[in-house]
T-cell receptor, first 113, second 115 residues
Framework: GQNIDQPTEMTATEGAIVQINCTYQTSGFNGLFWYQQHAGEAPTFLSY????GLEEKGRFSSFLSRSKGYSYLLLKELQMKDSASYLC??????????????FGIGTKLQVIP | DAGVIQSPRHEVTEMGQEVTLRCKPISGHDYLFWYRQTMMRGLELLIYFNNNVPIDDSGMPEDRFSAKMPNASFSTLKIQPSEPRDSAVYFC?????????????FGPGTRLTVL
């Protein structure tokens, strides 16, 4: 099975940088995803990491350390529209070769002026 | 493409009634997922299909829940009989794998309220 931990809430100031951490425990790790979900809407894909290191995509970056079971999502130059929940999701290889993606509870980020 | 389509968007029903949720995945996607989201438990995977075949239904809460995918463009999630604790937002998502990356595209969700 999987255990995914991330903070439930964070607050940051417009224009600042915020880092949202995610730790996980899994037996057959095969990739980590970050999704953004605005209130009342569906999750949308942000980033994907399968190897150690940093993946950068505009104002958003995601980091992975497989040996530590750790990832973070870095948001730069925060904008009010970044207020949303950020979901960490881990893909696992199950017995039989099938894959399963499990989502964390999500971190609700509030950006304040 | 129109994206993943779900219907209905909102459903209010009484305890004991049958509820059927519908999903049309993105054309060409070979994976389809059903999730349930609540404040307390977050986004939970109920079941997923690959090429219309159910692969993992370990997340289906109990026998009251069933899901089918008769063809590549349609899936249903049925709850019979429904209970108040089934109240949640139900999302359908689809994906296809390319080079290991298979991000999921979510539908708008069905908000279910069981009275």
């Amino acid at each position: 099975g999987q255990n995914i931990d991330q903070p439930t809430e964070m607050t940051a100031t417009e224009g600042a940088i915020v880092q949202i951490n995610c730790t996980y425990q899994t037996s057959g790790f095969n990739g980590l995803f970050w999704y953004q979900q605005h209130a009342g809407e569906a999750p949308t894909f942000l980033s994907y990491n399968v190897l150690d290191g940093l993946e950068e995509k505009g104002r958003f970056s995601s980091f992975l350390s497989r040996s530590k079971g750790y990832s973070y999502l870095l948001l730069k130059e925060l904008q009010m529209k970044d207020s949303a929940s950020y979901l960490c999701a881990v893909r696992d290889i199950l017995s039989g070769g099938y894959q399963k993606v499990t989502f964390g509870i999500g971190t609700k980020l509030q950006v304040i002026p | 493409d129109a994206g993943v389509i779900q219907s209905p968007r909102h459903e209010v029903t009484e305890m004991g009634q049958e509820v059927t949720l519908r999903c049309k995945p993105i054309s060409g996607h070979d994976y389809l997922f059903w999730y349930r989201q609540t404040m307390m438990r977050g986004l939970e995977l109920l079941i997923y299909f690959n090429n219309n075949v159910p692969i993992d239904d370990s997340g289906m809460p109990e026998d009251r829940f069933s899901a089918k995918m008769p063809n590549a463009s349609f899936s249903t999630l049925k709850i019979q009989p429904s209970e108040p604790r089934d109240s949640a937002v139900y999302f359908c998502a689809s994906s296809y794998e390319r080079g290991g990356l298979d991000e999921q595209f979510f539908g708008p969700g069905t908000r279910l309220t069981v009275l």
